[in-house]
């Protein structure tokens, strides 16, 4: 066995943001595809970052070895805010959009979208372990044919 570190890094429009992974690979120094697996993820920009746009921000992924199935996906996210009035009476639960939409996320005084992305970026940091992936693992026991709908 042997250990391999991972540097998963991606350009965010001049500003770099990276991902350090530990993976375990057989002797050869290779991974094992059938039992080993990276799912890297990245949130650009860094939400730490000065460079982080309140508006909106992207996830890159991509599965490699065990969830090579996962192809390479990038998902631009533009959280927006709404105000409802949810009532329960007698087990009917009804919502109400209160208002066509109250903002952005780019309040400074309410950073969802800076909340987001750092939830984000945190668990793409600790569901990878040293030879699967939470989020992998979930979407392999999901199915691929429930996959391919999406694509």
Not at 54 to 68: Q, V
Not at 86 to 113: C, E, Q
């Amino acid at each position: 066995m042997t250990f391999i570190t991972w540097e998963t890094e991606a350009n965010c429009s001049g500003n770099l943001n990276s991902v350090t992974s530990f993976t375990v690979g057989l002797a050869n120094g290779l991974p094992d595809d059938a039992t080993e697996g990276l799912l890297p993820t990245v949130v650009c920009p860094n939400p730490n970052s000065t460079a982080f746009n309140p508006y909106k921000f992207d996830i890159f992924m991509s599965g490699l070895y065990k969830y090579s199935f996962l192809p390479t996906i990038v998902c631009e996210v533009v959280p927006y805010l709404t105000t409802v009035n949810v009532t329960y009476n007698g087990g009917i639960i009804s919502v109400d959009r209160i208002s066509a939409s109250s903002g952005s996320t780019s309040s400074s005084n309410l950073p969802v979208s800076q909340f987001i992305a750092d939830v984000m970026s945190y668990q793409a940091g600790i569901d990878q372990a040293t030879s699967t992936n939470t989020i992998g693992n979930f979407l392999t026991a999901y199915g691929l044919s429930k996959l391919a709908m999406y694509q």
